[in-house]
């Protein structure tokens, strides 16, 4: 995550994101890049890694850090399941289910930690 979002911003992104069926790319962009930056600063950390390709990915969650290759602990969404878990309009448990996460690894379980916006 290179630059941080700003609050005001993270939120019009969002209000795009929820106000519309199909949202602008650049709105579903910066809503999944802020969800993802509200994460990292709730569960600091390198011990999994967050992927919601093709927008972003962090590090998040204190432990062990790996610093080569792919990491023992990694989730993977599209960006709408990410924006949903993010926010609170859908839980973990019915995304996995529905075959919409994908998690490896003994830390890989971040349910906890949703949503992170509400």
């Known amino acids: 995550m290179p630059r941080k979002i700003d609050m005001a911003t993270g939120r019009d992104a969002l209000d795009a994101v929820a106000a519309q069926v199909a949202p602008a790319r650049t709105d579903l962009a910066t809503a999944v890049r802020y969800l993802l930056q509200l994460l990292e600063e709730r569960a600091p ?6 992927r919601v390709p093709p ?13 080569r290759g792919t990491p023992p602990n990694v989730v993977e969404t599209d960006p709408a399941t ?9 839980t973990w448990a019915d ?12 830390r890989a379980d ?3 930690l949703l949503p992170v916006r509400w």
């Open 45 to 50: 950390g390198k011990s999994v890694e967050v």
């Open 55 to 67: 927008f972003g990915a962090v590090q998040v969650v204190d432990g062990p850090a790996h610093t």
């Open 82 to 90: 990410w924006v949903a878990l993010a926010t609170g309009r859908e």
């Open 95 to 106: 995304a996995w289910a529905d075959g919409r996460i994908s998690a490896s690894g003994t």
């Open 110 to 112: 971040i349910s906890h």
